[in-house]
């Protein structure tokens, strides 16, 4: 069974950084590993994704702010975000795709204030 844990989060003001970190346990091949977000009322959508090779890929609104990074000895997934603004308050949810299937974690949220 796959676990994903995730850590970080909370309230900062528009401007400033938070770091999300995301570990996941179990039996998998890992295809890629990301962060999707949820805002209220909102459909989920992908933040960032990266491959097991390194390769990333990010929602054009978060490019130059967002920074994925990996640690596939540790199965970790890292989310950097910077230069926050108030309409990136979403639950953040970490994803893994596998071989296997697709896991979600629990949900995180943060939340700007402008």
């Known amino acids: 069974q796959v676990q994903l844990v995730e850590s970080g989060g909370g309230l900062v003001q528009a401007g400033g950084s938070l770091s999300l970190s995301c570990a996941a346990s179990?039996?998998?091949?890992?295809?890629?590993m990301g962060w999707y977000r949820q805002a209220p009322g909102k459909q989920r959508e992908l933040v960032a994704t990266?491959?097991?090779?390194?390769?990333?890929n990010y929602v054009d609104s978060v490019k130059g702010r967002f920074t994925i990074t990996r640690d596939n000895a540790k199965n970790t997934v890292y989310l950097q975000m910077n230069s926050l603004k108030p309409e990136d308050t979403a639950v953040y949810y970490c994803?893994?795709?596998?071989?296997?299937?697709?896991?979600w974690g629990q949900g995180t949220q943060v939340t700007v204030s402008s």
């Open positions: 994803n893994l795709r596998g071989l296997r299937g697709e896991y």
């Open positions: 179990g039996s998998f091949f890992v295809i890629t």
């Open positions: 990266i491959t097991s090779g390194g390769t990333t």
